[in-house]
């Protein structure tokens, strides 16, 4: 099979990754269309021929999550109908993710609820990247291709050459991920202590566990939407003697508030990707880089019937 087979179609807010996508690759964005009518109620329309085609549709469940989740469902269902051979959706950031589990009773584990209605639309594959747990794979039953923001964000920070840096983890709950940060740049590893009272976006850092006296921190995170915890845990890191302060983050998902906090905090730069269209991240103290090159490689791959993985060779599994 040549790339020139592959088909790839952007929904209403992953047009233009999808585009990326397709310039990495070669070839033209598929041409389809999505209207949205007074009563919200959304449409879309696949406008060339993809019988017997694998095709892939790029829509991230970001910041409209359940109007970009509802379109997800529609164009499974486009594809089917119109007799497509197989469908992969490729969600650069899955929403609800943090609905991994049942941890209070009568509460819904609204990721897995997510899996099951986009298998039964039609999904036959689905792609995604930085998953907030990866135990959200075994909620789909079709195959999961999961990639990892890491090496590319890892690329970035060491031609920055910053010297004596940590690597800091938010939480317990990112240590691991933190640690595999911190032996792709070779450099020590510190943790935050964090306690969220209740179902809000506001968590407050009591303690950091590790050396960060004197030295350059990179707080690293799956994503932020408050910006709360960055911040806090920033204002910590400079009571406790650290000098320069970065972040490093797989999805922006900040919100027009986040970033104000951000610019009035003591952070020096936000890195992350554009795995989430996000106009409020369009800040001097925030750095995008495209992961889209990664995701065509990875399609390329899929539907050339060729491994994945050994595209993560060097990084350490979650």
């Known amino acids: ?61 970001g910041l409209q999550p359940n109007d970009e989740f509802t379109e997800i469902l529609f164009w499974m269902d486009a594809f089917k109908r119109a007799s497509a051979n197989s469908v992969t959706a490729i969600i650069p950031y899955f929403g609800y993710a943090k609905g991994d589990k049942k941890d209070e009773p009568r509460v819904s584990i609204r990721a897995r609820a997510y899996a099951e209605c986009i298998e039964l639309a039609g999904a036959d594959r689905i792609l995604t990247m930085d998953l907030h747990s990866s135990q959200i794979q075994g909620f789909f039953k079709k195959p999961v291709d999961h990639l990892f923001a890491l ?31 911190a032996t792709s740049l070779q450099v020590p590893v510190a943790i935050g202590d964090k306690m969220r009272k209740s179902h809000d976006e506001n968590a407050k850092v009591l303690e950091i566990i590790g050396d960060v006296q004197g030295k350059n921190a990179l ?12 911040v806090d845990l920033a204002k ?26 951000i610019e009035n905090s003591p952070i020096e730069l936000v890195i992350g990707t554009d795995s989430v269209e996000n106009e409020a991240t369009l800040s001097k103290k925030i750095k995008t880089i495209s992961v889209a090159p990664l995701f065509a490689e990875a399609v390329v791959r899929i539907h050339n019937r060729e491994s994945i993985s050994s595209l993560f060779d060097t990084v350490p599994r979650r």
Not at 156 to 178: C, H, T, W
Not at 219 to 230: A, E, P, Q, R
């Open 1 to 61: 099979m040549t790339n020139t087979d592959i088909k790839i179609f952007g929904g209403s807010t992953g047009k233009s990754f999808a585009q990326k996508m397709c310039d990495y690759i070669g070839i033209e964005l598929g041409k389809s269309e999505v209207l949205t009518f007074s009563d919200g109620n959304i449409f879309v329309k696949i406008n060339e021929t993809v019988r017997d085609h694998d095709v892939y549709l790029v829509q991230p469940i």
């Open 219 to 230: 707080i690293v995170d799956d994503f932020s939407i408050s910006g709360g915890t960055l």
């Open 151 to 181: 090496p590319i964000l890892s690329d970035y920070i060491q031609n920055m050459r910053i010297e004596e840096l940590v690597v800091v983890s938010p939480d317990v709950g990112f240590a691991k991920e933190a640690r595999n940060f």
């Open 236 to 261: 910590g890191l400079k009571e406790r003697g650290a000098n320069k302060i970065y972040a490093a983050l797989s999805h922006l998902m900040l919100t027009e508030a986040a970033v104000e906090k």
